[in-house]
């Protein structure tokens, strides 16, 4: 009998709420010996040099606190961006550019924060000069796209990891630990989401659309082309992949919101809602809006005998639910994982140090990072998918694989 099976039956003998917080215990003792083992195993002396591009949101990582990093120059267009990130990350060297950056052979890796649909054409540069690659959500925004970034990793030998956040939110931590215990057997159906409203004449409009009343790439941007968020609660968590899918989309009214009119995509939809099946024949539904008054990323997970459910800005708390033995609440927090600097409180629910720290431990390490090229491609290329779906008005489209053939 595997470890899988052993730990499954002494969930499933247990009993109560008592027996669901040992389950979980013994989850996070999980987590907690492989953390362990990682930093006996890293030499603290070991830095990586890493240069860090887009002062934007790419400003809010911790890469200045993580032991095994030294941030070695760092880049933004604007020059005030550029000494944001000079500050954050205390750091005096700075090029003019992304371009300039990764031609300096002291970097030995790249974190990428620019905008979504620059993301292929940046990540490929960057690892056509060796360098690794740590690169902002979603890999890119076409299919061709994603398999050129596939083809540049496998090209250059090189390690490409996605910066997802809702990789390290506690829930889907948890989640991912129950889930290769055993503890699921299957999640048959998930309700992933992802909202970030900028409805007309709001001020988050305003700062995420425009810049020097010019558009972003942000104004109008298709909703399921920014899918990864949703999709890493399903493929981050289980490994599964999607394999077809289809998309409603729901379309602006261009009489009362112009300003979506005539957009950079030709983008008519606001948000959409897509219906996914995996390649181990479950399913999920997957909500994307710019519209909808309702905030933030979550999921819901069920399987046959055990359910979960993330908290909601509108008031779900956090609870597991296991079939007619009660709910457990306690929300884990994992902060104790990390090296003692980076136990910061950071954005989306935590996860940013964790993503640093993992980035880092991969190339230290080397190994391949949680959210390597093939998961990260699988999460974004079902939005690519779903959008072209919600063109063709919900039509049931394939999704392809990016996998490597075994
Ligand atoms: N939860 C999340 O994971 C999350 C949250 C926010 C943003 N993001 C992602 O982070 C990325 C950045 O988001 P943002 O809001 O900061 O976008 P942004 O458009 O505000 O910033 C992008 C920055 O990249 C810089 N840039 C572009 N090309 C460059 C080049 N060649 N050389 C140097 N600098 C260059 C720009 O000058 C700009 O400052 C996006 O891909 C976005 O999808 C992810």
């Given at each position: 009998m595997n470890a899988r099976d052993l730990s499954r039956r002494e969930f499933l003998q247990t009993t109560g709420a008592a027996g669901l917080a040992a389950t979980i215990a013994l989850a996070t003792a999980r987590l907690e010996a492989r953390a362990a083992q990682e930093k006996e195993r890293t030499d603290p002396d070991r830095k990586i040099r890493l240069g860090v591009v887009g002062g934007g949101f790419g400003s809010a990582y911790q890469w200045h606190l993580q032991?095994?990093?030294?941030?070695?120059a760092v880049s933004d267009l604007i020059p005030d961006r550029c000494n944001r990130l000079r500050q954050v990350y205390k750091c005096d060297r700075s090029y003019e550019s992304l371009e300039k950056l990764i031609l300096d052979d002291n970097i030995e890796a790249v974190a990428v924060f620019t905008e979504a649909t620059n993301h292929v054409k940046h990540d490929v540069a960057v690892m056509n000069t060796g360098k690794h690659c740590l690169s902002a959500v979603p890999v890119g925004t076409t299919l061709e796209g994603l398999q050129q970034v596939v083809e540049a990793k496998e090209k250059n030998g090189v390690t490409y990891m996605m910066a997802e956040t809702s990789h390290y939110r506690p829930e889907a931590m948890l989640m991912r630990q129950l889930y290769q215990d055993g503890?699921?057997?299957?999640?048959l159906y998930s309700e992933v989401e992802y909202y970030h409203p900028a409805r007309r004449g709001s001020a988050e409009r305003q700062s995420l659309w425009y810049r020097n009343n010019k558009p972003t790439?942000?104004?109008?941007?298709?909703?399921?082309?920014?899918p990864t968020h949703c999709t890493d609660f399903v493929v981050g968590i289980t490994g599964e992949r999607f394999t077809e899918v289809s998309c409603m989309g729901q379309r602006a009214d261009f009489e009362v919101?112009?300003?979506?009119?005539?957009n950079q995509y030709g983008n008519p939809f606001h948000s959409g809602v897509a219906l996914l099946r995996t390649d181990r024949g479950n399913l999920c539904r997957c909500n994307r809006s710019s519209q909808y008054h309702a905030h933030g990323e979550r999921a819901q997970w069920f399987g046959a005998e055990v359910s979960a459910f993330m908290p909601s800005w509108a008031g779900q708390p956090f609870v597991i639910k296991r079939d007619g033995q009660g709910d457990l609440t306690t929300r884990p927090d994992y902060f104790h994982l990390l090296p003692e600097p980076m136990r910061v409180p950071t954005g989306h629910g935590n996860s940013h140090t964790f993503l640093t720290h993992e980035f880092i431990m991969a190339l230290v390490q080397g190994r391949e990072p949680s959210v390597d090229v093939y998961t990260a491609v699988a999460e974004t290329a079902c939005g690519m998918v779903a959008h072209e779906s919600a063109l063709r008005d919900g039509e049931r489209m394939k999704v392809p694989s990016f996998d490597k053939k075994a």
């Open positions: 032991p095994n990093c030294e941030v070695y503890v699921f057997r299957e999640i790439w942000r104004h109008c941007y298709p909703p399921m082309w920014y919101d112009p300003e979506r009119k005539d």
